[in-house]
Structure formats: C-alpha cells, structure tokens
C-alpha cells in the first residue's frame, strides 16, 4: 500500500511503495509539502503508484497465470465434469495468488504453497461457511499439477510443490443406506 510522509527538516513529499516484484521502495516525490497544488499532485501521484500494486503486471522473465493456466486446464481435463471441478479449484487458488501477489509460477515457494491450507481452511465465504481440509489439499495438488506444466513451459525452473507432504484428514464415517437387493419376497413365496 502506498503511502505519502514527510521527513525532518525536510520541504518535500516522500513516497513508500510497493514494485511489480512487491519489492519496497521509498523515494522523494520533488513535491513541496507547503505548496497546496504540490500537495494534490502528491496524492495523484500516491493513487497511481498504489493502483499500480493492484494490477496484475506480467513478469518479463516469466508469463502471468491468466495467460496458459486456463487453456491448460482445458487440454488436461478429458471430461466436462472435470473441468468443472478444476476451474472452481483455480478460481480459489487464483484469488490466493493475487492476495499474495504472486504474480508468476517462479514466485511460488514450498512454504507459501504450504501456507495455503490454512488460509483456505479459515477463509470464510459469504455464507460463513469454511471448506474442510482435504478439498484444501486437492486444490493444492492441483496447483502442483498446474506447477509442473509451467516447468515443462519454461516459466518455472523447478516445482516447489512436486513432493507435498500434507496428509489428508480422514472421512468421516457414514452411515450404511438400507436398500433392497431385489423384489421384495412374500411369505407366500416362500412355501
């Protein structure tokens, strides 16, 4: 988040920011804070700088995930059925990738790929409710699929997520469903 602050003994508007890389950075802004149109081109400058965080920018060593993942998910998936599950699985795991804004697969590393359990297990949706710990854990295996094809694409160097070592929780038990096995016999037929 960019913010504007002044320093001792100094005229001027100094600005801290986040980069593309979310890499901080603190920087004059050649503003004078005693001059009110200095003081409005200031804070235009601090929206810009701050929108500029919020935007998916494209690394130029790497490619951002909205350009392949979705049409990797459509060669991978052999039914509709599938697909289904996976985009609704990729649409959580990219929600998590812009919070942390990670913003292309070299910036993934195992302790954030780790980290995402938790957040998708406490992580209320509107209706208050929390998903359980293994869906948590196949989107994660899904990310780790989704990370392999970067590397076979070249914009990973390795996958970081190829050896998870989270278990899955067990099921709970269910109750076993009385059904009939055939046509219901009368004690008619039996004799």
């Known amino acids: 988040m960019a913010y504007l602050y002044r320093k001792n003994r100094s005229p001027y508007w100094y600005i801290q920011h986040l980069d593309s890389e979310s890499a901080k950075h603190d920087k004059s802004t050649g503003l004078r804070a005693d001059d009110p149109n200095d003081r409005a081109k200031a804070k235009a400058l601090r929206a810009e700088l701050e929108a500029n965080e919020h935007r998916k920018i494209p690394f130029v060593n790497g490619a951002s995930w909205d350009s392949w993942v979705p049409k990797f998910l459509d060669r991978h998936c052999q039914t509709e059925a599938t697909l289904e599950r996976y985009q609704d699985a990729w649409k959580w795991l990219a929600l998590w990738l812009q919070i942390l804004r990670i913003n292309s697969p070299r910036q993934l590393t195992y302790r954030r790929g780790v980290e995402y359990v938790d957040w998708r297990t406490t992580f209320k949706k509107r209706t208050g409710k929390v998903v359980g710990r293994n869906t948590a854990i196949f989107e994660l295996k899904m990310l780790s ?28 038990k269910k109750r076993a469903h009385r059904r009939a096995v055939g046509p219901t016999l009368r004690w008619a037929d039996w004799r």
């Open 145 to 172: 699929l989704i990370m392999g094809e970067a590397v076979r694409l070249g914009h990973a160097e390795a996958n970081p997520l190829f050896s998870l070592k989270i278990h899955r929780a067990k099921a709970a």
